[in-house]
Each structure stands twice: as C-alpha cells, then as structure tokens.
C-alpha cells in the first residue's frame, strides 16, 4: 500500500519522521508537510504547496488507480473538513487513519474494510506504541466483514449498499448463506450455514464467481474474482468492434464485464484509438508490455498458450491476448483462453486464491 503522511506541527512532524522509518517494508510512505515551520529543504518531508483541500482532493485522485491510504497526524476534525468535498462510496475511497500528534491513538476513520483503513490504523498504531480506534460494528462484535474478506482476497464487491444487509443478518445472529465457484482455504466462520436444510431457507447468503445474473439467495451479495483481460487486435478497429468482441468473448465463458480489472496488452497497440477509447469508457486501467516481456509469460500449469504463425510474423510474439492476460495478472489461470471475433482477439486470467480470515 502506498501511504500519504502530512503533519501540520513541529511535533507531527516529528512523529511522521519517526513513522516514515519505522512502518513495515510493504507500506510505501510518502510524508508532507503544511506550515510555516517546515522548510523547502526538507529531505524527509515534503513541503505542501497548496491548500490542505487540494492536497487532499490530488491524493483522492492518486486513490483511483492504486490502492492508497492517507495519515493526517492531528486533529479528526481537519481530516474530516479536507476530505468531505471528495467522497464518492466506501467502494473507491482511500483508507483514511488520523492520529494525534503525540502518537497515543490511530482513528480508522474512513473505508475501515473494503479500503484497508482498520488494517492502516492498527498496523500505525503497533508502529509506534498507539491504541488503535476502530468502531465498525463486525470488528467491535469480533464477526464476520464481507467487506473485510472481499479486500483481503482481492474480489470486487458489486452490490455495495448490501454489504449492510449480510452485515445486520450476522449481528442479528441469522444464518448467511455460501455460494462459491472456487475453493475457499481455511474453515468458514461460523456465521454461514451448513448444507441442508439451513442453508436451503437462508434469505440472505454471500455469491463468489465471475456472473452476477446468479441469485442463490433472495438477498445475494455478490463477490467478484478480478481479472485481467488480454487484447489483441488489427490495425484500426474501432471501439465498438473491440466492445461487441470482449463483451461476446466473455458471455461464452461465462464472464461478467463487472469482473474484469484490468487490460492488457502490447507496446505496438499503445496508440490504437479504439482500444484507448474502449479502456475509458469502461474505466479500466491499460497496461502495454514489450515483446520480450510477453515470451516471458509461462502458460499455467496444465494450460497452453496459442499459436499464431502470423501474429509473431507482426509482433514477434506468437500470442498477445493470452501472454498479456496471465503477464497483467502476476502469474494467474487462463479462465478465459484465447477467443477471436472480427479482428480482436480476448483472453482473461486471474490469480484466484481465496482463504478466509
């Protein structure tokens, strides 16, 4: 996780050094400062140039891309005020933690599952000897988060606003049902229904898999695996041809487009208009990879990879859409192989690994 620290006194400031030094290798900690105590030639501590607003509305934009938190060491209610204008929904919002500047209390204060900002405030706080503060009600009851699990093992939560529903189900002491295309490691929490009768009259359940038409229950929330899906194309297809070929690709396989996280694809298609226009408007990040890094892709166990005489004639590279998909996904499954329509090519993989908490 990438972690924005300011501070605002000669006190936070020296709090957000002591963190910058001590937080543990896998939190990326940039820190700033906002005042007049702080000098430009700070090495540690990056001097704000703007209002708190702005560096607060910038770093919720940084948020949309990658997964990031933001500290305020001080008072609650400034980080309330700078970040208020700036909320959209517990889906896409950062982590938000406050701490005092004497370093006694870490506040989760906003997105405390689905953003991280409970794991951020107790992690912060064992850092430097503070009391975690978290009050969502599942952590305070020591229960199951839907939106807790869904965070941890990387699932798009669809039905946002139905998180409240599995949550209330659990604090009301009611059976949730399970429905999971995949294994989940680990022993379910007690909260879910066994098979049987049980599960068969529970009304509201929790649905993982790649399709949210499926409604195993009356009230399912449904959890979607992410992948990344890899594109291959002609020169000059157009956004509609790229649209009607992955949206058709992923019907067959029993895909929804809600599952998809990512595109990728290679160097040599950086500048085609429709695949540019087809990542905007579906809000997907686009990531292009070398011919070189693509041979580098090794096909999952027990899956292969196409071949096309022609493509490596054109790319150097004898498949692009399923290199690019298992590439873009660290390594994952090919749940999707290799599917060509009217000059686009659509392949999606995914590392799906789930385990309970």
């Known amino acids: 996780m990438r972690l924005w620290v300011i501070c605002f006194t000669p006190q936070g400031a020296a709090l957000c050094r002591r963190l910058l030094h001590a937080l543990p290798g896998d939190i990326q900690a940039q820190g700033y400062g906002l005042g007049r105590f702080l000098s430009s030639g700070d090495e540690e501590i990056e001097k704000v140039g703007t209002s708190l607003s702005q560096w607060a509305q910038q770093a919720f934009e940084e948020a949309q891309s990658s997964k990031m938190g ?18 959209k929904g517990k889906d896409v919002d950062p982590a938000v933690v406050v701490m005092d500047e004497k370093g006694q209390y870490a506040v989760s204060l906003l997105s405390g599952h689905l953003g991280g900002a409970n794991g951020l405030a107790t992690v912060v706080a064992k850092t430097v000897g503070a009391v975690p503060v978290i009050s969502t009600a599942t952590d305070v009851n020591r229960t199951f988060a839907v939106d807790s699990f869904a965070a941890k093992n990387s699932l798009r939560v669809l039905e946002v606003p139905k998180i409240k529903l599995v949550s209330s189900a659990i604090l009301r002491g009611e059976p949730v049902g399970l429905y999971s295309q995949f294994p989940v490691l680990g022993e379910p929490p007690p909260v879910f229904a066994k098979s049987g009768v049980l599960a068969e009259k529970t009304e509201t359940g929790v649905y993982i898999g790649f399709h949210p038409g499926e409604n195993p229950f009356p009230q399912t929330v449904h959890l979607l695996p992410r992948l990344t899906l890899g594109l291959g194309c002609r020169r000059g297809v157009s956004c509609q041809q790229i649209e009607e070929a992955v949206l058709a690709a992923l019907a067959a396989g029993g895909i929804a487009i809600e599952a998809v996280s990512q595109i990728c694809s290679i160097v040599l298609k950086k500048d085609e208009e429709g695949l540019l226009a087809f990542s905007q408007k579906y809000a997907l990040p686009i990531l292009f990879f070398t ?9 999952p166990q027990g899956q292969q990879f196409a071949a096309s005489p022609f493509v490596s004639k054109i790319t150097g590279v004898e498949n692009v859409c399923e290199r690019a998909a298992v590439l873009g996904s660290g390594g994952g499954r090919l749940y999707l192989p290799k599917r060509a329509h009217s000059g686009v090519t659509v392949a999606a993989a995914g590392k799906i690994q789930l385990q309970w908490e």
């Open 70 to 87: 933001l500290l305020f060491i001080g008072a609650c209610g400034i980080a309330v005020r700078a970040i208020a204008p700036y909320l």
């Open 291 to 299: 011919a070189e890094q693509l041979l580098q892709a090794e096909p």
